[in-house]
């Protein structure tokens, strides 16, 4: 499967200055604050919940569901990384 950014996701890694492309301009592109790696990491993230979402939409489970076990995990991983940092 191929990852193809869409212009909210530009947006989000600094690589689009604005939505759309301007009249007589064309597409703005503003230079990116993220390195290559970075960029394949947050894709790969992107991946990843894409897959965690279709998922549970699958199973009929509601976001506030999946938000609630995220942070859960999240103040989980959180609270080991503290007491083995």
């Known amino acids: 499967m191929n990852f193809r950014p ?11 200055k604005t939505p759309g492309v301007s009249p007589g301009i064309g597409t703005v592109v503003a230079k990116s604050f993220l390195t290559p790696a970075q960029v394949s990491w ?15 939409k699958r199973l009929l489970i509601d976001v506030d569901e999946v938000t609630a076990a995220i942070e859960k995990h999240w103040q989980r ?3 080991h990384e503290e007491a083995h940092g």
């Open 42 to 56: 947050m894709e790969l993230l992107n991946r990843q919940i894409e897959e965690l979402v279709v998922e549970a």
């Open 6 to 16: 869409d212009d909210d996701q530009l947006i989000g890694f600094s690589i689009r």
């Open 77 to 79: 991983l959180s609270q």
